[in-house]
């Protein structure tokens, strides 16, 4: 590969509006975020649907990245037009290519501040276990799951999501801007240590395995039998044991956790209001502490040695 940029992505989703009103900013004053070196493209990734404050315009663009949606033929939903055009402009073959992607989100979810890792790529794990190293961020490995696919950064040959929350939708919060902009200097600061060829990783990664969601109980015509008992929000992170209180109906019956097996899990996303209409109320997840690998280094290192270097 050849020298490249490092992507960063705000605004995937419109009615996320942190990471689009840092970027205007990083814009303006490009030295906001050249600690690291390191050449930047900072793009909008759904300008339509920020634009409309909604959080996508026909389909959720960060589902839109499967090869059938972009290999397709016919006419075409803006958000896989959008993918398109991301990936002509600033994919690893595009016209202004990047070697790897930083994609920044906000959540409704009580996430603190996080990172989403999709899959196992050496390269990923490197840079997250090095964003870990720095800042302590708990880490959302998603894989396995068939009822979500296509998400952005799988398109490139590593990147993660940083997620940042509780946040309502279409709010600017000065705490999420200020963790959002501490991840994203993290993670330059661990590419620039790649890029020179001296990236020391902690001894272990800690990872939280997705293992499932769980959505409302709902009637026979759909609608929510019951929300998220309060004792369950705002709880992400937090070990669920069984007959602990879930759900609760509109009358107060609560309604208690009981899996068909006691392994203790870790819920995530909990309550995400953009994640009703994919039938989540919260997704499970296995913790596991991993030891770092030296073949991660190398190949995050061997990966960042063609990224371009800034020009300021």
């Not at 970027?23 to 390191?38: D, N, Q, R, T």
């Not at 959302?140 to 952005?152: N, R, T, V």
């Not at 993290?186 to 990783?201: H, K, P, Q």
């Not at 994640?275 to 190949?299: F, H, M, N």
Request: include cysteine; aromatic fraction near 6%; proline fraction near 7%.
């Amino acid at each position: 590969m050849g020298a490249a940029e490092v992507l960063v992505v705000a605004g995937t989703h419109g009615n996320e509006r942190n990471a689009p009103w840092l970027l205007e900013h990083w814009l303006a004053h490009p030295a906001a975020l050249g600690a690291s070196g390191l050449a930047l493209q900072l793009v909008i990734g759904n300008p339509g649907a920020l634009a409309a404050g909604r959080r996508y315009l026909d389909r959720d663009l960060n589902r839109s990245f499967t090869s059938a949606l972009l290999e397709g033929h016919g006419p075409a939903d803006r958000e896989v037009q959008r993918a398109r055009e991301l990936l002509a402009l600033h994919g690893p073959a595009g016209s202004q290519p990047c070697a790897l992607v930083l994609d920044l989100h906000s959540t409704t979810a009580a996430m603190g501040n996080s990172l989403v890792v999709y899959g196992r790529r050496p390269a990923d794990l490197a840079l997250a276990a090095g964003i870990q190293g720095l800042l302590g961020l708990p880490i959302y490995l998603h894989e396995a799951d068939a009822s979500q696919q296509g998400f952005l950064l799988e398109r490139w040959a590593c990147g993660l999501v940083i997620e940042v929350g509780p946040v309502p939708q279409g709010v600017v919060n000065a705490t999420v801007c200020h963790q959002t902009q501490l991840a994203l200097e993290a993670a330059l600061a661990v590419l620039a240590s790649a890029r020179r060829g001296n990236l020391v990783l902690p001894r272990g990664l800690s990872v939280h395995l997705h293992q499932g969601s769980l959505d409302l109980p709902r009637h026979d015509d759909g609608r929510p039998a019951a929300c998220l008992h309060p004792l369950r929000q705002h709880r992400d992170w937090q070990m669920i044991r069984p007959g602990d209180p879930l759900f609760i109906t509109a009358g107060g019956e609560t309604l208690r956790y009981e899996p068909s097996d006691p392994e203790p899990l870790w819920p995530v996303f909990i309550n995400e209001a953009a994640y009703g209409e994919k039938g989540i109320a919260l997704s499970l997840t296995r913790r596991e502490r991993w030891p770092c690998q030296d073949s991660w280094v190398e190949s995050l290192q061997q990966l960042a040695a063609g990224l371009l270097a800034a020009s300021l």
